[in-house]
């Protein structure tokens, strides 16, 4: 069945990082098979889910909204089959569950999401 699991979220200080990662089963994320555009959302209370980073699994282009430009880094790790959110340099204001979504097709896929709470 295909699945995502997201992992590596947690309270962090202001001006820490955390490593997000969003584990792919049944769905490959290599540059070998069809081409999956996978991203990063948020949610925070009482707002709409936004999204944050993309990456498309075919030749790598990336998109960032513009509040987490040059802090966050998406990326694919091939060998682990995962999509990573590298978060430096967090603010308060970036406290959300984060999801992974992936759309291929005709098909998507969301995981059940990981709390990132930044705070001192």
């Known amino acids: 069945q295909d699945k995502l699991v997201e992992s590596g979220g947690g309270l962090v200080q202001p001006g820490g990082s955390l490593r997000l990662s969003c584990a792919a089963s049944g769905i490959a994320f290599n540059g070998y098979s069809t081409n999956k555009r996978v991203a990063w959302y948020r949610q925070a209370p009482g707002f709409s889910r936004e999204l944050v980073a993309r990456?498309?699994?075919?030749?790598?282009?990336?998109f960032y909204a513009d509040f987490v430009k040059g802090r966050f880094t998406i990326s694919v790790d091939n060998a682990k089959n995962t999509v990573d959110l590298q978060m430096n340099s967090l603010k308060p204001e970036d406290t959300a569950v984060y999801y992974c979504?992936?759309?291929?097709?005709?098909?998507?896929?969301w995981g059940q999401g990981t709390q990132v709470t930044v705070s001192s």
């Open positions: 990456i498309n699994t075919i030749g790598g282009s990336t």
């Open positions: 979504n992936a759309l291929w097709g005709m098909n998507e896929r």
